[in-house]
């Protein structure tokens, strides 16, 4: 008899409450922002007359170069509504993946925004255009990481919310 009460407990998870709830209210948003952001890029990549201006010889190398920077804001764009979504779904689930997924969702915009921003960069120098290159979603993407990644590492209400159950 004894025996069953040395029996350790599985760690019944916590409610989604404190600071924990403000990082995830600001994910959501940051989320919801990029999303609507989209609109006009995505309108401009789907335009089929420039398109079809894009893939002729004798386009200049800066139309080329502009819609290339707003193809790769749209991808990385994309990237963090997609994640974003994959991330509610293991919130709502209280799964124990979602601490390292979000620490890796954090890094790949990151990774992604610098690829991005030296691209664009090359190709600007490339053709001898100076188009200013926007710099708000590199520093949005550092951010967050800085602030997300050690949080979602070192929490302890994190490590006590998404628990193996």
Known sequence: MTDL???PSKPEPRRISGWLLIALICLAAW???TAFALRDPLRLMLEWELLAVFVRPETHGWYRTVIAMVGCDVIIGAFIV???GWLALL???NSARFPVQVQA???AIVVMRTIAYLLGDHMTQAIG???AIPFDGFIQAVVAAALGIPYFRLSRRVRQTFVVV
């Open 5 to 7: 009460m040395n029996i």
């Open 31 to 33: 989320a919801l922002s």
């Open 82 to 84: 997609a994640g974003a």
């Open 91 to 93: 919130v709502r689930r």
């Open 105 to 107: 969702w954090l890094l």
């Open 129 to 131: 255009v100076a188009i």
